[in-house]
């Protein structure tokens, strides 16, 4: 029998690939499914028993959430990207994760082919897609809901047609949770108009008045908020969410252009991330230089947008992160945030970094460092150029 190792999540596509492929086309099936934030130990257990109970042959669990960090999240914060200045770009990082680790899986089983369950009307089908021919060329990729066009009722009447017990009712909202943010999907997000209802969002708003945090950043990675130190950035993540989160902050629909060119809405709950990214930002507005916050901006959006449409492996990401990897030198010190029920605010950061500093001067108060001949001559030489520009054209015009 052929191996086939299929990225598995338990729901209703992926639960069609492992009938189909084991009792239609003869595969060996080996499941994995890539945690890259987004399940509870007994919801992975559960999944491990229903790979079992359909009969695949092996079933692995991955656990990704820190190389997922070090891999991607960690320059997502270095560039403190927003794609659309709107969306921490949740669903679409944690997919690179997991296809580079089920490409990984297929290298360590030598399969002969490997399936995801992606339909044929979204961004994953070419993640997943391209990181698979890069990764490991020449291997079958099979793609079942896509290839044959399957409607859900279609996958529901085959499963129950196999004996397959399991929940079929079509919950009401797609929900992908992740280290990084929770994507909800649902009729309002089918149409440009429409706002989620309270109930559609996984985290529900029971967090009253106000609470002040402290975000400590060491070169740009956040290491401790409040009075905890954490050993890894993703446990300072998850201890940010579990608080922040039942403020209702850090929700939002994005509204964005596909890989496939159509234009797509999605909403999203990401808490922890829009905090670190905000806090992160102002801390940089502080301890970096005009030009460093300048070239990092531009660099930033086009790492986001190469990274949107799948392209983690192309060797220039690798150029832009050791650029955002250098850029984080001074990013170190403390800032202050304010959450409140459905918003948050900056309130200031504390850094020995800070180039806001009274020894040169104060804005709009008084100057060190400088004389008012020196502005005086400054002024004349820094639009010196215009200034030879306005008087000949002025006199050009004359003759």
């Not at 609470?211 to 400590?216: C, G, N, P, T």
């Amino acid at each position: 029998m052929k191996k086939i190792v299929l990225g598995f999540s338990g729901g209703l596509d992926t639960t069609y690939c492992v009938k189909y492929l084991t009792e239609e086309k003869g595969y060996e099936v080996h499941s994995v499914i890539v945690n890259t934030g987004g399940f509870s130990e007994d919801e992975l257990k559960k999944t491990e028993q229903h790979a079992y109970d359909l009969g695949v042959k092996t079933h692995t669990t991955v656990n990704a959430e820190r190389s997922y960090y070090e891999s991607i999240i960690k320059y997502l914060v270095f560039g403190n990207i927003l794609k659309n200045n709107t969306y921490p770009l949740s669903v679409s990082a944690e997919r690179l994760s997991q296809a580079i680790h089920i490409a990984e899986h297929v290298k360590k089983l030598n399969a002969e082919a490997v399936a995801h369950g992606s339909t044929g009307a979204g961004n994953d089908q070419v993640r997943f897609d391209m990181v698979f021919h890069i990764m490991i060329p020449g291997v079958e990729i099979i793609t079942p809901i896509r290839d044959m066009k399957l409607s859900r009722e279609a996958e529901i009447a085959y499963l129950e047609s196999k004996g397959v017990k399991m929940d079929f009712k079509k919950a009401v909202y797609s929900i992908n949770k992740g280290l990084w943010g929770t994507s909800v999907g649902g009729k309002e997000t089918l149409s440009s108009k429409g706002w989620l209802p309270e109930e559609a969002w996984p985290t529900q708003v029971t967090a009253t008045g106000s609470r002040e945090v402290k975000l400590h950043f060491d070169k740009g990675e956040l290491k401790g908020v409040d009075d905890k130190e954490f050993d890894h950035p993703v446990e300072a993540i998850q201890y940010l969410q579990s608080f922040a989160g039942p403020y209702g902050v850090g929700r939002d629909i994005h509204i964005g252009d596909t890989i496939i060119g159509i234009k797509g809405r999605v909403g999203f709950e990401a808490a922890a991330p829009m905090v670190i990214l905000k806090a992160h930002h102002a801390l940089e507005k502080h301890v970096l230089t005009k030009w460093q916050l300048n070239w990092k901006d531009q660099l930033a959006q086009f790492y986001g947008n190469w990274l949107h449409e799948g392209q983690i492996l192309d060797p220039v990401m690798r150029d832009m992160e050791a650029f955002l990897t250098s850029s984080q030198q001074n990013v170190t010190g403390d800032v202050f945030v304010q959450l409140f029920p459905h918003r948050f605010q900056v309130i200031g950061i504390e850094s020995p970094f800070d180039l806001m500093n009274s020894r040169f001067g104060k804005y709009g108060e008084m100057n060190t460092g400088f004389t008012g001949d020196d502005v005086r001559g400054f002024s004349k030489i820094f639009g010196n150029q215009t200034s030879i520009h306005q008087l000949v054209t002025k006199d050009a015009a004359a003759e």
